[in-house]
């Protein structure tokens, strides 16, 4: 049994030897004060003196009394579990209610095993579940990712006949969720009869926790089509998450209307997530707006306007709040300067970078973590320092682990350094790494180096090894809608009027004086057909889908899975003379923004 019993050795539970005698009427009466005085509880020696009352009147052995004196000290803020086990375990037939009492307990205190186990003692006594059940183990299960246990006790819900329950059906949709069982999830949430606003924030939730943001945003798609569904806090700010992950800028507005309609006062976590969702779409003035606005600030606050201002390149900006930070005598702590460090290395602030990385250990007493080394590898590698990197990694306190050899392999790859690069690709496949980007990002270089022999070597390792290279996607909101293009794109049901923009676009770019960087194909192949490629890229395509389908002087932001490519790079910034568009694209960890023929990054990612 779980919990420790703190009144095993002693007679404080046996009935009263001789009982006042009153009225069946007075006894009643009695017992309607002391429940009342139980409820009236605010502390643990209240408690104790109601329990002393019920106790002393011989109330404990009336199974009310006695289930209200287990809810009252398992579920209370005030609550001691152990002393609920303690008066648990002196009841003799327990029934459903104090064994979902205390499975519900357990759940709260985050004693998930547990709350198993109570449950299968339950069982073992042939005490029958009910609906109330089984929300809480399946909370549990989520929390423990006990995908088996959990569809064992899926087994039960349908043996004791509450598979139709909204409540269960629920709690099932988010356990699934949880334990990465999607399928299940929708299986669930497909056959439900009825369906509350309950229901589908845990769907949204469940495709949430595995990064499946564009299902979150069909999902919410389909539940605002209904128009009948007012959305929970909890949904409007994993929506947030959504668009944040997505780019999805103009979603992310409504959302924050929604929020505002819906909620009186925004607590310091929504507002955190808003500024995160501004900087992330690239609307970096409004995140700083709301930060500015913001009358209580914590650490993850300035954590997410640090990163913000990093990622768009704005690393001395970043630099000012983080000593506004310390101004306002908050300590930074190893995340914090995570981002610090990005700032520096995106904004080739590398003496800056340096100067932190020392304050971090000096001051702050924070030993650096392979994120901070590799912060501090990719800011060399980026100012071009790839022998100083090399060395640093040598020099290093702890083991480099696969973030810092990747760190160095990017640079090698941007600065061409095919000798330091094989080092770290070297590295990277002793460590048995599982990420196929290593091994493309080498197969690259020696395709750049024309070393055709390495290149089928590389790829023959990752057939074997059954790697598949992720294939480069572009997403771009138009009308709150988010469409996707993959480079090559015939799938799109607009892609015949988008290719025809391409063209145009060409033909209005050679007068630019563009021409194609071939040298960005990296497959022996032709140079028409490197050309043919390069057309195709995803970016290309969603910035042509915009043109079309917006209105002269509209931004265009688009979010990138993969790197951007230096002809991308430059077709973009002349599109934008062009067009006379402001064009937004977030490289994976960095905005670009492209305005008048120029880059935020000023040519330097």
Known sequence: MAGTSVLQQTNFFSPPADPPQFSELNLRLKEQQCLS????????????QAHAQIVKWGFFWNSFSASNLVAACALSDWGSLDYACSIF????????????????AHVKDMNFQDALVFYYEMLERGVEPDNFTYPALFK???????????????????????ESDLYVQNSLINMYGKCGEIQHSWAVFEQMDEKSVASWSAIIAANASLGMWYECLMVFGNMSSE?????????????????????????????HGALL??????????????????????????????FKKMTKRNQMSYTVMISGLAMQGHGEEALRIYSMMLEEGRDPDDVVYVGVLSACSHAGLVDEGFNCFDRMKSEHGIEPTAQHYGCMVDLMGKAGMINEALEFINSMHIKPNDVVWRSLLSACRVHCNLEIGEIAAKHLFESNSQNPGDYVILSNMYARAEKWVEVAKIRTEMA?????????FSLVEVRRRIHKFVSQDTSHPRCGSVYEMIHQMEWQLKFEGYSPDTSQVLLDV????????????????????????????????????????????????????????????????????????????????
């Not at 375990?89 to 209610?97: A, L, N, Y």
């Not at 549990?140 to 509450?162: D, P, S």
């Not at 074997?464 to 480069?472: D, E, I, L, M, S």
């Open 37 to 48: 005085l139980l409820k009236r509880c605010k502390n643990l020696e209240d408690f104790k």
């Open 140 to 162: 549990a299960c989520a929390w423990l990712k006990a995908k088996e246990e959990g569809m064992q006790i899926h087994g039960h819900v349908f043996k004791f006949g509450f």
């Open 464 to 472: 074997r090894k059954g790697f598949n290279q992720v294939p480069g």
């Open 227 to 255: 128009g009948c569904w007012r959305p929970e806090e909890s949904t409007l700010v994993t929506l947030l998450s959504a668009c944040t992950h997505l780019g999805a800028l103009d979603l992310g507005k409504c959302t």
């Open 261 to 290: 309609r819906n909620i009186s006062e925004l607590n310091v976590i929504v507002q955190t997530s808003l500024i995160d969702m501004y900087v992330k779409c690239g609307y970096l003035e409004k995140g700083l707006s709301l």
């Open 89 to 104: 375990q002196q009841i003799h037939e327990p029934g459903t209610f104090e064994f979902n009492t205390m499975i519900r």
């Open 526 to 605: 032709d140079e028409e057909e490197k050309r043919q490629r390069l057309k195709g890229h995803s970016q290309k395509l969603a910035i042509a889908f915009a043109l079309i389908h917006t209105s002269k002087g509209t931004p265009i932001r688009i979010a990138r899975n993969l790197r951007m490519c230096s002809d991308c790079h430059m077709y973009t910034k002349l599109i934008s003379i062009i067009y006379e568009r402001e064009i937004t694209v977030r490289d994976r960890n960095q905005f670009h923004h492209f305005k008048n023929g120029t880059c935020s990054c000023r040519d330097y990612w």
